[in-house]
């Protein structure tokens, strides 16, 4: 496994500060399936940062992330069974074919990782006196894999945030906060069925 990344960081004025940056992960199976396959992923990684501050009172920043994967890891055994028991070597006895038998009937390139992936997050902190501040914050990620060769696999997941800090003195604060998960998966499922 390779990893690398460079990142360029630019103060526009006081307030605003913007990052780069660009990045390459590179995972070598050179013995999966078989000894030699050689089977190499690749990631590449595109991310824009803003940050704005505005003295103590106010606060935001803002990232987007794209990573791009060519490549990803996918199960050498196949999903799905294709037509063609009658082409098995029946074992006598007992008279049928073993499971085991049946893998090289098995099709469908499987995978839960993404070809491309969009992740965007923002918050922002506000002061509203000397005793209270609010800080109101959103998590969003979008990835999806449509070139299997039976399937889509996509998620989503939105994850919202609130928290509210009184502090009545220098010495102690309370916090108190709220925060939603929402995912949505669209994935394979498979059961097991070994003769029939």
Do not use: C, M
């Amino acid at each position: 496994e390779l990893k690398g990344s460079a990142e360029v960081t630019t103060r526009v004025n006081p307030r605003l500060t913007l990052s780069f940056l660009g990045g390459v992960e590179n995972i070598s199976r050179e013995d999966y399936i078989t000894p030699g396959d050689g089977l190499t992923t690749t990631r590449l990684i595109g991310q824009a940062k803003a940050r704005y501050r505005k003295g103590l009172k106010y606060s935001t920043n803002l990232k987007y992330r794209i990573v791009s994967t060519s490549d990803p890891f996918t199960s050498g055994r196949g999903l799905f069974e294709r037509v063609g028991r009658e082409e098995l070597e029946i074992i006598t006895p007992p008279g049928f074919a073993f499971y085991y038998q049946r893998e090289d009937l098995r099709y469908q390139d499987i995978t839960t990782e993404p070809t491309i992936e969009h992740q965007v997050e923002w918050n922002s902190t506000i002061t509203t006196g000397n005793r209270t501040s609010i800080f109101v914050g959103l998590k969003g990620k979008f990835d999806k894999n449509s070139k299997l060769d039976s399937l889509d696999v996509k998620h989503t997941s939105l994850q919202p945030n609130l928290q509210l800090t009184f502090t009545p003195e220098p010495r102690w604060s309370l916090s108190g906060g709220y925060t939603l998960n929402y995912y949505k998966s669209r994935g394979p499922v498979a059961v097991a069925l070994f003769d029939g």
